[in-house]
Structures are given as C-alpha cells and as structure tokens.
T-cell receptor
Framework: NAGVTQTPKFRVLKTGQSMTLLCAQDMNHEYMYWYRQDPGMGLRLIHYSVGEGTTAKGEVPDGYNVSRLKKQNFLLGLESAAPSQTSVYFC???????????FGQGTRLTVV | QKEVEQDPGPLSVPEGAIVSLNCTYSNSAFQYFMWYRQYSRKGPELLMYTYSSGNKEDGRFTAQVDKSSKYISLFIRDSQPSDSATYLCAMSAGFSGGYNKLIFGAGTRLAVHP
C-alpha cells in the first residue's frame, strides 16, 4: 500500500521546456489536489479534481494544466516552464466526506 | 490580508520544554481545524484534527480552538528532538459544491535541541 506517490521527485528544467508531474494514489479517494509550497507562502492550491474526468482551478492556476483521465492518477503539466514556477509541488488526496488530506512526498522543481 | 496567519519562526527550544504554536484566521465560516507536521523534504502529515471549538488531547499534543477569537493553538509537552519539524495549521469550512477547500498557514519551523 503505497498511498500517494509522486513522480519524479526532483527535476531541473530550462525556461520554456515542458514537463508533466504524475500523482498516483491507491486509496480510491475521490478528491485529488495539486499544491505548490514556497518559503513563507504555505501551501497554495493550483488545481483540484472532485472525481474522474473532472478538474477545476484553484488559487494559483496560471501556467499549469491538469488532467484526471483515471481515478487513481492526477497529472500536472507545465507547458512552458518559467523561473517563477521553481517550487516544491505536492499532491494530496481526500476521501469523500472527510477532512484528512493525505500528501505525497513532493516534487522539487527548479526552472533555470 | 491572508485568511490564515502563522508565524514562520524559527522556534528553537531545549528538550523537555513546552512548545506553543499558534494561528489566527479571519473567515468565521471555518469549522474544521487541523495541524499538520512536515519533516524536512517530506510531505505534510495530519497530526491533530478538531471540529469547531474546544480542546483535543493526544499524548503529548493538545490542540485548542477559540472561535470567538479566531485563534487556534497546538501545545507540545515534554518536547523531543524528534518533534523538530515544520508545523502547518490548516482550516476548512467543509465541503461545498463537492470541494473541501483547505487553507494552510505558512508553517512554523520548530527545532528542539538536546
């Protein structure tokens, strides 16, 4: 039982490159979230999904896209990376009717 | 003004000390209050959860919520070096439109030295 797994754990991108972050969960949770964590800013919601095939914008969605084609996977895409997207990205899942969020280990992304 | 304010610290205490961590908030709709612990280079994990006002105790940890003052606290008794981590408060008004919006504080970094 792996819980929430994020891939990759580290990545360095050049400005303008694209990449996809993968979040996979084996807990059958309905809700999935992508956050970014920056010093002094806490966790800020980028996009979220309330179920397979659904996505919605969070607090800081610009420059990111997401997809949830399968219930267990939530993908975060950066089409054209910018230095301002240097951050630690966390995926979280939430079972329906519950407030305890389960987080992945994070992806450290540096855009140079 | 941020919805949730939390002093980032860092807070350094000797082993065995009582630690007090706090958050204030502005949204009176918040009903669920949580404390997450995050070790270095790891994801946050839920430490304490409280619904509405009151106290909740779990071992060395006590969470308090004062909704009238919009103030929540986490107390750690007999602190240990293994408690060294960043503590994030989080709050929610519950599910609305199928979405549970969790608002996090910036996190307080705690160091407990032997």
């Amino acid at each position: 039982n792996a819980g929430v797994t994020q891939t990759p754990k580290f990545r360095v991108l050049k400005t303008g490159q694209s990449m996809t972050l993968l979040c996979a969960q084996d807990m059958n949770h309905e809700y999935m979230y992508w956050y970014r964590q920056d010093p002094g800013m806490g966790l800020r919601l980028i996009h979220y999904s309330v179920g397979e095939g659904t996505t919605a914008k969070g607090e800081v969605p610009d420059g990111y896209n997401v997809s949830r084609l399968k219930k267990q996977n939530f993908l975060l895409g950066l089409e054209s990376a910018a230095p301002s997207q240097t951050s630690v990205y966390f995926c979280a899942t939430l079972p329906e009717g519950n407030t305890e969020a389960f987080f992945g280990q994070g992806t450290r992304l540096t855009v140079v | 003004q941020k919805e949730v304010e939390q002093d980032p610290g860092p807070l350094s205490v000797p082993e065995g000390a009582i630690v007090s961590l706090n958050c204030t908030y502005s949204n009176s709709a918040f009903q669920y209050f949580m404390w997450y612990r995050q070790y270095s280079r790891k994801g946050p994990e839920l430490l304490m959860y409280t619904y509405s006002s009151g106290n909740k105790e779990d071992g060395r940890f006590t969470a308090q919520v004062d909704k009238s003052s919009k103030y929540i606290s986490l107390f750690i008794r007999d602190s240990q070096p293994s408690d060294s981590a960043t503590y994030l408060c989080a709050m929610s008004a519950g599910f609305s439109g199928g979405y549970n919006k969790l608002i996090f504080g910036a996190g307080t970094r705690l160091a407990v030295h032997p």
